[in-house]
């Protein structure tokens, strides 16, 4: 799940939540936006089992994603905005960041 905030210097500052992951020890949010890093944007693990992790775009740009866990294990948000298939035979997330979609 993703929760968009329009700031006032123009950005959006958008909030990354995965369903609950009871069993996983760490959690990367990984995608276009940090070149794939999977060590970059660790997740912090919240109360009830999801782990949230929040990162401010520019307006008017398109992000492919995914969710690392433990390393190993990518998940996808089963509420992205849309999907794209990917060159590894899965598909990976969309969040988008234009002017119509985060009003």
């Known amino acids: 799940m993703i ?5 006032k210097d123009g950005s959006l500052h958008v909030s ?3 369903e609950p ?3 996983a020890k760490t959690v990367h ?3 276009s936006f940090n070149d794939w890093d999977t060590s970059d944007h660790p ?3 919240l109360k009830d089992g999801r782990f949230m992790a929040m990162r401010r775009f520019e307006m008017n740009c398109r992000h492919e994603y995914r969710y690392l866990v433990d390393g190993e294990t990518w998940r996808n948000d089963a509420d992205a905005e849309s ?3 990917n060159p ?6 969309v ?3 234009y002017v119509e979609e985060s009003l």
């Open 16 to 18: 990354f939540y995965t």
């Open 88 to 93: 590894y035979g899965s598909d990976n997330c």
């Open 29 to 31: 949010l990984v995608g």
């Open 95 to 97: 969040v988008t960041t």
């Open 43 to 45: 997740m912090r693990r």
């Open 83 to 85: 999907y794209t298939p």
């Open 3 to 7: 929760k968009k905030t329009l700031r």
């Open 21 to 23: 992951l009871p069993e």
